[in-house]
């Protein structure tokens, strides 16, 4: 008897063979508009089939790695990321994967775009959609909240094309007490000399995904002159923050270790602690949990969009192989 082996499936062109997606993209695109988004999308498609999954194997097979010091001693606190995922955030530039949304090229439509892409990019991209979903958050955060230095100095970079340019931004709310009782955040801020909006944060974040990134989004308490803060989540405050200053060291931020998880294990994921970390207060004191929902509604489409995503991809394989597979002679 010879050896069989069946055939393992075969990834499909994730446009040109996904018949909802072009049918959703002709009811809800005027034709023009439509035109030219779905030739970016078969060409970007195309893509995904081609020059992505290296990247996204690699940053599978090459999990990031905490530094805490250097070989003298010195404290450094360094994440190392694989090849894979670093080009990974430099496709995400060039492609525009936050850009899209914020050139409106076609107004409201230029949504559509961006998520249209994102969905094809995410099951090959390493969850690095992750990233792109608090940069996204962020950017919107900063357009509708942003002060004039956020608006000229920030929101360029986060929706820059640009690899060289490009930041990714964090959303650090979780703490010991979990991610969805906000209300019981400990982290403190009190007011920095420097400016008016200005404040030093101390406190332990529990959950920090993408800790590689240029800034960050959070939640702290204002203290008063006696030290005394709200309770609850009344008493919360959105603060913007740079994660390094302009040597590259840590803004007042201790790496106290990376998370060991069961999945997204590409995707630098931290335990932090900080210590009188320079932060930009965003909003009014108070209504912290009310201006983050900016960032929110933006991430929940994002994890609506790449569940679809990844049903899409496991749909496609299984009647992939569905076809390619032998038993009892047919």
């Given at each position: 008897?010879?050896?069989?082996?069946?055939?393992?499936?075969?990834?499909?062109?994730?446009?040109?063979?996904?018949?909802?997606?072009?049918?959703?993209?002709?009811?809800?695109?005027?034709?023009?508009?439509?035109?030219?988004?779905?030739?970016?999308?078969?060409?970007?498609?195309?893509?995904?089939?081609?020059?992505?999954?290296?990247?996204?194997?690699?940053?599978?097979?090459?999990?990031?790695?905490?530094?805490?010091?250097?070989?003298?001693?010195?404290?450094?606190?360094?994440?190392?990321?694989?090849?894979?995922?670093?080009?990974?955030?430099?496709?995400?530039?060039?492609?525009?994967?936050?850009?899209?949304?914020?050139?409106?090229?076609?107004?409201?439509?230029?949504?559509?775009?961006?998520?249209?892409?994102?969905?094809?990019?995410?099951?090959?991209?390493?969850?690095?959609?992750?990233?792109?979903?608090?940069?996204?958050?962020?950017?919107?955060?900063?357009?509708?909240?942003?002060?004039?230095?956020?608006?000229?100095?920030?929101?360029?970079?986060?929706?820059?094309?640009?690899?060289?340019?490009?930041?990714?931004?964090?959303?650090?709310?979780?703490?010991?007490?979990?991610?969805?009782?906000?209300?019981?955040?400990?982290?403190?801020?009190?007011?920095?000399?420097?400016?008016?909006?200005?404040?030093?944060?101390?406190?332990?974040?529990?959950?920090?995904?993408?800790?590689?990134?240029?800034?960050?989004?959070?939640?702290?308490?204002?203290?008063?002159?006696?030290?005394?803060?709200?309770?609850?989540?009344?008493?919360?405050?959105l603060f913007f923050l740079r994660i390094r200053d302009e040597?590259?060291?840590?803004?007042?931020?201790?790496?106290?270790?990376?998370?060991?998880?069961?999945?997204?294990?590409?995707?630098?994921?931290?335990?932090?602690?900080?210590?009188?970390?320079?932060?930009?207060?965003?909003?009014?004191?108070?209504?912290?949990?009310?201006?983050?929902?900016?960032?929110?509604?933006?991430?929940?489409?994002?994890?609506?969009?790449?569940?679809?995503?990844?049903?899409?991809?496991?749909?496609?394989?299984?009647?992939?192989?569905?076809?390619?597979?032998?038993?009892?002679?047919?």
């Open positions: 008897m010879k050896d069989f082996i069946q055939q393992a499936p075969a990834s499909v062109d994730p446009f040109a063979e996904d018949a909802l997606l072009r049918a959703h993209l002709q009811r809800v695109l005027p034709e023009g508009p439509r035109r030219e988004i779905e030739a970016d999308l078969a060409r970007f498609a195309r893509r995904t089939l081609d020059d992505l999954p290296p990247l996204a194997a690699d940053a599978e097979a090459n999990p990031p790695r905490h530094v805490p010091y250097d070989a003298w001693g010195n404290r450094v606190d360094e994440i190392v990321t694989s090849w894979g995922w670093r080009q990974l955030d430099r496709v995400s530039a060039e492609e525009g994967m936050v850009a899209l949304g914020y050139e409106r090229r076609h107004g409201g439509l230029s949504r559509v775009h961006q998520f249209a892409k994102l969905y094809l990019f995410n099951p090959v991209s390493a969850i690095y959609t992750c990233p792109l979903a608090m940069t996204d958050g962020a950017a919107r955060l900063i357009e509708s909240l942003g002060d004039d230095e956020l608006k000229r100095e920030v929101l360029p970079r986060l929706t820059s094309r640009d690899p060289d340019r490009f930041w990714t931004s964090g959303q650090w709310m979780t703490e010991r007490t979990g991610g969805s009782d906000v209300g019981r955040t400990g982290t403190v801020a009190h007011h920095d000399e420097a400016g008016d909006r200005r404040y030093r944060l101390s406190g332990i974040k529990w959950f920090t995904s993408a800790t590689t990134s240029q800034a960050a989004m959070t939640l702290a308490r204002i203290a008063d002159e006696q030290g005394q803060t709200i309770e609850g989540s009344r008493g919360l405050s040597q590259g060291r840590l803004n007042g931020i201790e790496i106290m270790r990376l998370k060991d998880k069961l999945g997204t294990r590409a995707l630098p994921t931290a335990e932090l602690e900080l210590h009188d970390t320079p932060a930009l207060l965003l909003g009014e004191p108070g209504a912290g949990v009310r201006n983050i929902a900016h960032l929110l509604n933006i991430t929940r489409i994002y994890n609506a969009v790449i569940s679809v995503s990844f049903i899409r991809q496991g749909l496609a394989l299984a009647r992939d192989y569905a076809r390619r597979r032998e038993a009892f002679g047919k």
